[in-house]
Structures are given as C-alpha cells and as structure tokens.
C-alpha cells in the first residue's frame, strides 16, 4: 500500500483505477491500495465467525450512528482520523475489562462494600454484583451504582452472611453494545 500526502493531481481522488487499484482518502492522506479479487477458497469456519460478527457490529454502528446522542459519544471515543462508525464498530468487536474486585471490606454484614473496577474503550453502562455460599447458592445479587464516566463501581450488600470464608463474588459488567465480561473472586 502506497501512502501519499494530498497534491494538485490526487486531490479527492477516491475509487478504483483501471480495474488495478483502488485510491483511498483518510485522515487527509491519499492511499493507492492493489485491488484484490475474490478468493476461490471457501472461508473456515472461524473466518466466518469473523465475517458474521463485523456483520453485526456494521449493523450496530449503522444504528448507533443515527442516535445524535450516541453519535457524540462515540466521536469523542474515535482515535484520530477514525470516524463515529469505526469507533462504535471498535466497541462492539471489544467487550469491557474488569480490572479489580475489592473486597477487602465485605465482612458479612449488610451494608459493607464491594468495589468493582470495569473500564471500556467508551462506555460501561452496567455492574452487576452476585455472591454465592460455598455450597453454590445464590446469597444476594444486584446492581452496583457508579457514574457515566466512572471506573469505580460500588454494591453495598443488603443481607448478612455468617460464612464469609469460600463464598464466591462475581462481578459482570456490560458495555453500551451489550458484550458483557465476568470475573469471580473466591473468599478467604
């Protein structure tokens, strides 16, 4: 792939050539890619996973486009020279991390604090905090409050727990395109 800075002859140039290559603008430089013909090889099946799931972050890119709200949003997301498509099509093709669960401070009563620490490339819209006896039931679950832009999600647990020693806490966070990424802490 050639790379050139725009000049008086190329110029919003754009498309195929002669049927031999194709000229590409971005970020104000002009791209002369080979074009590339169809491959006579079926694709595997791990790359139609690939090719369906860009189906369906087009899709949802498409649509959050069209909402002005979500437009800014993911503008602002968008790395220079990228568009508020390429930046909502990113999020969808990445689910958020969870980078910590703190509970330092969950001692069994109700009222204590469990942290969750949830970054995304734009936006975490939800936590969701479950724990679990040792024995695998379900002792309490609920949402953990934090702000638009936060980090730092917090749960106050609502019922007392006598048996803190091998509970499970999981922690599941969600993104604005729905990808969703869990993590489970074991208590000691």
Do not use: H
């Amino acid at each position: 792939m050639i790379q050139k800075e725009f000049n008086a002859i190329s110029t919003g140039a754009s498309g195929k050539f002669s049927n031999q290559v194709t000229l590409r603008n971005k970020a104000g430089k002009l791209f002369i890619c080979k074009n590339k013909g169809a491959s006579s090889v079926p694709p595997t099946e791990a790359q139609q996973g690939v090719m369906s799931m860009f189906k369906r972050a087009a899709a949802y890119a498409k649509k959050a486009i069209r909402d002005l709200d979500l437009r800014k949003l993911y503008q602002a997301a968008a790395k220079a020279g990228a568009t508020a498509y390429n930046a909502a099509v990113a999020d969808y093709c990445k689910a958020p991390k969870i980078t910590g669960v703190l509970t330092e401070t969950y001692t069994g009563n109700a009222g204590d604090i469990i942290m969750v620490e949830a970054t995304d490339d734009v936006r975490v819209t939800g936590v969701n905090v479950e724990i679990f006896s040792p024995a695998g039931d379900l002792l309490e679950s609920g949402a953990a409050t934090g702000g638009t832009d936060a980090e730092d999600w917090t749960y106050t647990t609502t019922l007392p727990n006598t048996d803190v020693a091998g509970c499970r806490v999981v922690a599941t966070a969600v993104d604005m395109p729905g990808n969703i990424t869990t993590t489970e802490v074991v208590l000691a």
